[in-house]
């Protein structure tokens, strides 16, 4: 499996975000977007993601363009954001099993149990503390997997103990032949990564 | 078409567990309504004159209630950005978010309907043909109303505009659902007038989604 990016450029309100970023990624590898705030770390990751369009530039999965074909890069990759995309009133069980079938996929209690999450599974995700909905949300990449994650500051609000066990897993879905892109301002200490500064991307031009 | 019954049954059960779509549009339905009589009088003829669009005007004024919420929640939680990258045709996800506004907040007001039209003094045979009219009619309520809520999902404060884009869209729906319960009170056909609004609501079926889910591309860009 293979990610290119290509000459990527990003205006929002009139404003040059980035301009003509490229990489390539493959099984196994990290990428690690860094970047100042407002340095465009989570447009870009929607730009891969399809949400946001680029001024310029394109995405290749597999190395086929997917605004040619978007069903090939439909479903391969989950994407977790800095909202958590969780509903309230649900709990944490109902929140991933929803997920889970709305991109068909099955895997809800691995994904509890991976996460810890099997002893506040069914409290309503409205009274769960920050960190235990960001645990929620990324125990979809478990209960829904694919072999692209897409990570915006994805150990944000979790304490040590969880930002070691999302490593763990981080590392283990690498491992098995799956990529991700990932910014956060935290260091993981992940070998087998690859560095995009946005702040030295933007010093080139 | 997992995706599709999920989205719907989810939408259903916040609704169920929230409660606040059922009982905020119902209840502003039912004082909406028997504000008319208080404001226009006890005189039995004149409401019963009235009745066909006080129901329909009330029911198009409690569905407005909810339409800001059909894609904001969503839109706010980050939800909305995850259901865009489903496997399922955007186009589709809007059905499914449209039939669940319809089931819960434009379904219960049907139910109730017969109650109030007896309250307005409704004659027999148009308690039938206001019942049926707005079976086939109101469909075309949320799903117009979901291109009014897919423009408006970004701003603060939306719901105003909303209004102001999407009521004069319901004209025509107003107009043939009254007329099918004039038409049936006078021992008129009822047929064309319920034809007419079963073309509206096929439309508005092919049509809405479309425009919806154009809106909604441009909210999260």
């Not at chain 1, 949400?51 to 999965?61: D, R, T, V």
């Not at chain 1, 909905?133 to 969880?162: F, G, M, Q």
């Not at chain 2, 929230?18 to 006890?42: D, E, H, K, Y």
């Not at chain 2, 955007?90 to 139910?111: D, G, R, Y």
């Amino acid at each position: 499996m293979s990610l290119n990016a290509r000459h990527l450029s990003c205006i929002r309100q009139d404003r040059l975000i980035f301009k003509n970023i490229s990489f390539s990624l493959n099984s196994g590898e990290v990428l690690w977007i860094k970047g100042k705030n407002g340095a465009g770390k989570s447009s870009l990751l929607r730009i891969i993601a399809g949400l946001l369009k680029p001024i310029q530039g394109e995405i290749l999965w597999q190395g086929e363009n997917v605004k040619d074909d978007p069903d090939i890069f439909q479903n391969q990759f989950r994407y977790i954001a800095h909202q958590d995309a969780l509903k309230p009133a649900l709990t944490g069980t109902e929140n991933l099993r929803f997920w889970s079938q709305y991109f068909g996929t099955d895997n809800v209690p691995a994904a509890l149990k991976e996460f810890e999450l099997e002893r506040i599974a069914d409290v309503p995700t409205g009274i769960m503390s920050a960190g235990q909905k960001k645990r929620t949300n990324l125990a979809r990449l478990i209960a829904c997997p694919a072999p692209l994650w897409i990570l915006d500051e994805p150990v944000s609000s979790l304490d040590t103990h969880y930002i070691a066990l999302f490593r763990n897993q981080l590392v283990r879905h690498v491992k098995n032949g799956g990529m991700a892109v990932l910014a956060t301002h935290q260091d993981l200490e992940l070998d087998f990564i690859q560095m995009l500064d946005l702040d030295a991307e933007r010093g080139k031009s | 078409m997992g995706s599709f019954f999920s989205l719907l049954k989810r939408d259903i059960q916040l609704a169920v567990r929230q409660g606040s779509a059922f009982t905020m549009t119902l209840s502003f339905f039912v004082i909406a309504v028997t504000l008319f009589p208080l404001g226009v009088g006890p005189e039995l003829s004149i409401l019963a004159r009235i009745s066909p669009g006080v129901l329909w005007v009330g029911a198009l004024l409690a569905c407005l209630l909810t339409l800001d919420r059909m894609f904001q929640a969503d839109f706010e939680d980050g939800s909305l950005d995850q259901l865009m990258l489903g496997s399922m045709p955007l186009e589709i996800m809007v059905l499914a978010k449209i039939s669940a506004h319809w089931l819960t907040s434009v379904f219960p007001l049907i139910l109730i309907t017969p109650i109030l039209a007896l309250s307005l003094n409704m004659p027999g045979e148009g308690i039938g043909a206001m019942i049926l009219a707005l079976l086939l009619g109101s469909p075309v309520l949320s799903l117009i109303g979901a291109i009014g809520a897919a423009l408006t999902v970004g701003m603060r404060r939306g719901g105003v505009l909303l209004s102001l884009l999407v009521l004069p869209l319901y004209i025509p729906v107003l107009i043939f659902g009254v007329a099918a319960v004039e038409a049936a009170i006078a021992v008129l056909p009822v047929g064309p007038h319920l034809l007419l609004l079963s073309g509206l609501s096929l439309g508005a079926l092919v049509l809405c989604p479309l425009a919806a889910a154009a809106g909604l591309r441009l909210a999260v860009d």
